[in-house]
C-alpha cells in the first residue's frame, strides 16, 4: 500500500521547541508575501503562449537537471531517461525515475518535487515505483486543464514578478505579446526580461563571430569594431530596459575583472574578434567587459550580477552527445579579491551602483565576499546559488556571511530555476529556512524577536524588490 | 579516588530530545550489525600467526600516531615515549600518556580509547596518573590470554570481513595462511588483502628503481620496460584477486590524472625509470598512471580507491630520525575539477566502474566533491577520512555532501586504522553520528523515519558492501 | 517610545535545555575571572596621560572601523561621519549611526556595543534614532567624569594585563610612565607592550628607509648591514623585554617563511635597502625575517605571534583619501602547509620555543593548522581573529580545530582591539561561546562536565597566561 504524502507545517523548523515557536511565528507572517522572483530561467513563450505543458516528464523530469544527473549519476542511462531521445516512451522514463525516487532522499530536489506533488496537483500518497502511473496519469491530465496552463499558475502561485534571462541577440518578442496582454488588461502578470550578454562577450562562446554579426544586424552597430561594439550594447541594455530589464547578468567562469585603456582594448578587441583566440585574451576580454558593463549600469541604472565559479561541461563525452546544461557543470575554487580589485577599483565607491555577487566556492563566503560587500558601497551579496540552494546550502551562507556583511548587504532570494513549478517551493524553503536561522538568533538572545519580524519579511520580500529595483 | 568511567548509551547523539529519541530508535536497529571494514592498515600477520599481542604501551601507544603526535607536540619527546626506542621502559612511556591524558579531551583519539578501555578491557575507572600502572598491568596481563589474541578479539567484535593493504611487492604469505586456516576450518575470519602500488608508481617513492627490480621478479615481467611494466601490474592484479582483493588503493600527493598516448607513456616511462626524475615526470607519470589503473579496473572489476592530497613527512627532522607515519603528514588544498578530468573524460561514464575519492580537503565537499560525484556514473565519495574520521569531521561530511550527492553515492564507514582495538569503537562511533544526523533530517520533517531506518542500515553496512563487492 | 534595552543573562548559549543549564554552570565559574588580553591595539598614551575620552563619536564611532564599514557599505560617506573629518559635527554623525543601527542586527558589533551602552553607561533603552541625542549626551557627560578615565575603567574592567602594540621606532614613553606609576604605587595597572617589527622588516612598507635611518638612531646600529640590523632588532627586542613585552607580532601578506644562508641573506638584505625593490625580494626578505625572528624568540624568550592573510588597503581611492586601517583589508586565502616549512624545519622541534599561528582564512582550520599544531612542538594556535572574532566564527574555529588539535594547543583569547570600552564585552561573548561549545560536548557524553569545568578556566584565563608568559 502506498504511504501518505504529508507536507508537515513544521518543516524545516529547527527541532527544539525554543526555536521552532519563534520560527513558526515569524513563518506565519512571510508565509503568504507575493513571490518576487528577480533572476531566472523560465521561458518566456510559455507566458506568451499560455499553451499546456505537455506530460509528467517533458514538464517535471527532462528539463531538470538536478534530477536527472543524479539518476545519471547512479548508472542510469540518459537515452532511457528520454533526454535529447524522442524515442523513449515518456511513461517508461517517468517510471524509472519513480524507482529511483529514493536517491533523492536529503536533497531539495526531493522536498520541491514532493510540494510540487502534494501541493500543486494534490497528490495524497508517495511517489514510488508503485504510484508511478497513478503519477503520470493525474499529472498528465491535469496539464490539460486551464487551471495548469502558465498563466494560471502563474496567478495561483501568488508571484508578483518574475524575471526571466536572454542574451542580447534575443529579439524579446515574447516579452512584447506579454507586455500586450499587459496593456490590454489580458493578462496582469509582470515577467520581465534581464540582459545576459555571455553569447557576445565571451570570445570562447560557441559561435562568437556569428554572434557578433547578428549583434551588428540587430543593433544596427558595426559591432566588429570596439566603438560600435560598445554603442550595440548601449543599444541593447536600452532594449533590454525597456521591456522591463532592471538587471544584467554575468555567467563568467571566473571572476576576474580588468580595467584596460581604450587603446589596450582597443588593440585587445581587435585579437579576440580575429580567427585565432588565445585563452589568456580571451580571459582578459570577458575581465575587461565586466568592468565596461559596471560602467555602463552606472549609466543606465541596470543591476549587475556576476554568477562566476562554474566549470562549463565538465563532461566532455557527454556534452558532444547531449549538450550543455545535463548536470556536467562543476563549482571550482574562485578567488574575489584580486580578482574584483579592478573594477572596484573603478566603481567599487558608488554608492548609486549595485553589484551582486554569487559565488560557488563557499570557501569565500566569511574570507572574501562579506568583507567585501561589508566595505564597498557598489557591492551587495546574491543568495545561496545552484548547489547551495538548499537548507544546509542556505544556513552556511547566513552563518557565514551575516557577522561580517549583515543582513542589509544581501538582498533575498533568487529561485534561478527553470523548474516553473517549484518555484513556490523554492521560495518557501528559503523563507522557512532564513525563519529558523532568525529564530536561532532569539533564542540565543543575540536578537529581538520584533527585529527578527521585520527581517523576515526584508529577506522575503522587501530587499529583493529594493536591490533588483523592482 | 579515582573517577568512575562510564559510556554513555547516548553518547553522540543530539541532545535535542526530539532528536535524540529518533536516533536512539535508528541505532536500535544498526548496533548490532557486522563490521564490514573495506579499508584499513592492520596486519595481516596478526591474523595469520595469532600471536598474542605484546604490553598495554606496545599496542595502544607505539603504533598510534595519533596518540602520539599530540604528546609530541605538548613538549614530550618521542624517545620518552617509546618510539623507535626500545630502551625507554613501556610502563613509564605509558605513565606519560596516562599523566596527559587531558590531552586528548575533545577528540576522537580520547572517545576510542575509553571504548576500549571500559569494552574490551572492563575499565571502570577512568584513565589517569593515578591509575596508570593499574592499567598498565590490568592490560598487559590480559594480551596474554586466549582471549585477547588477533584471531578471538576479531569473532570478538564482530567483524564480517576486513581488508588489510598491501605492495604489489608483498608475497601475501599471511594471507594465504589465512585462507588455508579459512579451508580447514581452522578460523573463518575473512581477511582480504587491497592492491596499494605506490613504491612501484611513484617515481619519488624510496627505492623506486628496486622496487621495480623486484617488481620484475615476483611478476616475471619486465618491469623496466613499459610493457612488461603494465603486464607487471596486470599480473600482480589478478594474484591480489585471487588472494581475496576487491579493490585497489592510490595515495598520491595530488589527484593529478592524465592520459597520454601510448608514444607519450613510453617516452616518459624511459625517463622516470632512468637515474634522474624531474618533480614534474614524477607527478605526469603518478597521473597518467591513474587512468591505467582505471582502465585496468575496468577490466578486472577491482574498484579503485584514490586517497590524495596529504603532504607526507612534512617534518624532515623527525623523517630523518622515526621514519615515516609519525604523525607529521599534514594535508593540502586539493583540486579535483581539473585534475581529475582526464581520467573522467576516458572513463568516467563506465557505470561498470566505481572509483571512491577520498580527501582531506573539506572545502571540495560541497564544492567540487559532491557536484562531480552527483553526476559520473563512475564515481563514489568515500568516507570522512583521517583527520576527519571524527564526530564533526562526519557531520560536516553528511551536511556538506547529502544535498547534491545523495547518500547513495557515498559508500558508508572505513576504519582506516592500524589500531585494531579501536576498529569497533570507530565504526560505532560513525553509526552514531550517521543516526544523529538522520535524526536530525526527520526531526526537521525532510525525511520520514522509515526512510532514516532503511539509510541507517545501509550506511552502516549495505552500502560499503555493495560498492566494494564484499 | 524607545524600546527596553536588555541583555539576557543567557545571550549566546544554546538553546536547548540541556546545553543551556550545563552552559550556566560552566559560565558561572568562569565570568567573574579577570581579562587577561595578551595581544591588541588600544593606546598606551590613555594610560600614560589618563586624560577623559571625548565625545560619543570620538570614543565609539570614529576609531571602530568595524562600525564605520558598515554604514560606509550602505552608501553613507565617511566625511559625514566624521572620519579625517574635523568639520563634521559629532552629534550629528552619531545620529547616522543612530538611524543606521538596525545594520549590525546579527553582528559582534551590535552585541559588543549594546553591552557597553547597557553595561558601562547604564542605558535602559535601546539606541535608534528616537534614542540617539540621549545617548549622545548622557555618554558625552559620562566620559567627563573620573569614573570614565582610561585608568578608572582599567579597574572596573577587571583588567588583569593587556599588551598594547609597538613597533621598534616607538620610544614606548607611554609604558615608561605607567611603568613609573606602576613603581611609585600610584596605579597598579599592568601595561605592557609587544614588538611589532613590520615597518623595518617589511620593504613595502610606507617609508622603510627612513624607518631603517631611525631604526639605526634608535638601536645605536647601523641598520644598512645585515648584521647591524640584527643587532638592531635584538636591542630593541630587549628594551621592548625590558618594558614588558613578552611576544613579538607579524602582519605578513602571506605566511612565507625563507631560511637563507648568511650569504644569501646579506645579499638580499642588500637588495631590498637599495633604491628598487622587486615583490619577490620583498616576499623573500619578510619570509627570511620571520625564521630569523623565530631564532631570535628562542634566544630571548620572546613568544612569536604570526598574522598573516590580510590585503591591506584594498581600496585605493579610499586609501589616498582617507588612510590605513579603514575597514578595506581583506582576507585571502593562505596556504601554511608549504609556507611555514622553511621555519619549522629550522625550530618546529624546539619545544621551548612559543609560534602562535593566526589565520583569517578558516579553511586552514581543520586542514592545515591543527595538523600542524598538533604535531609541532613550536606551535600553538590563536583565536578565531577579526572577522572570524564572533559566535559564529569561534564556534567553527573549536568545531574545526578541536578534534585534532585538542584544547590545549590553543592560547585562550584575544580581543585584539583599540575600542578599550568593548574589551569586558569581547572577552564575555568568548567565554559564553566557549561554554557554550563545552556544554553541547557535555550534553552529547563527549565530556564529563568536570573537564569542562575545567576547560572554561583554561580556555578564559589559564592557557592565555602560560602561552603569552604571563
Request: with cysteine; proline share 6%; glycine share 8%.
Amino acid at each position: 500500500m502506498p504511504r501518505p504524502l504529508l507536507l508537515s507545517p513544521d518543516r524545516l523548523f529547527p527541532s527544539d521547541p525554543a526555536q521552532r515557536d519563534i520560527a513558526r511565528r515569524l513563518y506565519r507572517e512571510v508565509a503568504g508575501l507575493p513571490i518576487v522572483s528577480p533572476h531566472g530561467h523560465t521561458d518566456p513563450s510559455w507566458f506568451a503562449g499560455n499553451a499546456p505543458f505537455g506530460n509528467a516528464a517533458e514538464l517535471l523530469l527532462h528539463p531538470d537537471h538536478y534530477v536527472f544527473r543524479m539518476l545519471y549519476s547512479q548508472g542510469i542511462s540518459l537515452d532511457a531517461l528520454g533526454i535529447r531521445n524522442a524515442a523513449a516512451d515518456p511513461r517508461e522514463s517517468w517510471r524509472l525515475f519513480a524507482q529511483n525516487y529514493h536517491l533523492f532522499r536529503g536533497t531539495p530536489s526531493r522536498m520541491w518535487m514532493d510540494w510540487v506533488f502534494a501541493e500543486a496537483f494534490g497528490f495524497e500518497v508517495q511517489f514510488s515505483a508503485e504510484t508511478s502511473d497513478l503519477y503520470y496519469d493525474r499529472i498528465t491530465e491535469a496539464l490539460a486543464t486551464d487551471a495548469f496552463r502558465p498563466r494560471a499558475l502563474f496567478d495561483r502561485f501568488g508571484i508578483e514578478v518574475i524575471a526571466t534571462t536572454e542574451g542580447p541577440l534575443d529579439t524579446l518578442e515574447h516579452h512584447a505579446v506579454i507586455r500586450a496582454a499587459n496593456a490590454s488588461g489580458e493578462w496582469a502578470g509582470r515577467v520581465i526580461t534581464a540582459y545576459r550578454p555571455d553569447p557576445v562577450i565571451d570570445p570562447e562562446f560557441e559561435g562568437f563571430r556569428d554572434n557578433l554579426k547578428r549583434f551588428s544586424d540587430l543593433s544596427g552597430e558595426d559591432a566588429f569594431s570596439y566603438a560600435g561594439y560598445l554603442a550595440a550594447h548601449r543599444g541593447r541594455r536600452a532594449f533590454f530596459a525597456e521591456m522591463g530589464a532592471t538587471s544584467t547578468d554575468h555567467g563568467h567562469p571566473t571572476a576576474a575583472t580588468a580595467d584596460l585603456s581604450v587603446a589596450e582594448a582597443e588593440a585587445l578587441f581587435d585579437r579576440v574578434t580575429g580567427a585565432e583566440v588565445s585563452a589568456a585574451d580571451a580571459e582578459l576580454f570577458r575581465a575587461h567587459m565586466l568592468t565596461v558593463m559596471a560602467g555602463m549600469s552606472l549609466d543606465d541604472g541596470l543591476v549587475m550580477q556576476i554568477h562566476p565559479g562554474a566549470f562549463r561541461n565538465h563532461n566532455r563525452w557527454l556534452f558532444t552527445h547531449y549538450g550543455r546544461d545535463k548536470g556536467a557543470d562543476i563549482p571550482t575554487a574562485t578567488d574575489y579579491v584580486h580578482a574584483l580589485r579592478p573594477l572596484l577599483g573603478r566603481y567599487g565607491n558608488e554608492a548609486a551602483l549595485t553589484i551582486i555577487l554569487f559565488t560557488l566556492d563557499e570557501t569565500s563566503y566569511a574570507r572574501e565576499l562579506a568583507p567585501l560587500a561589508g566595505h564597498y558601497p557598489a557591492l551587495k551579496l546574491g543568495p545561496a546559488w545552484w548547489f547551495h540552494d538548499s537548507p544546509e546550502g542556505m544556513r552556511r551562507f547566513r552563518s557565514q556571511m551575516t557577522e561580517t556583511a549583515g543582513f542589509y548587504n544581501t538582498v533575498g532570494f533568487n529561485d534561478d530555476t527553470r523548474a516553473f513549478l517549484s518555484i513556490p517551493a523554492r521560495h518557501d524553503v528559503a523563507r522557512r529556512i532564513d525563519c529558523g536561522f532568525l529564530a536561532g538568533l532569539v533564542a540565543e538572545h543575540r536578537m529581538e524577536e520584533w527585529e527578527a519580524a521585520e527581517l523576515a519579511a526584508d529577506l522575503s520580500y522587501n530587499l529583493a524588490k529594493a536591490a533588483y529595483k523592482l
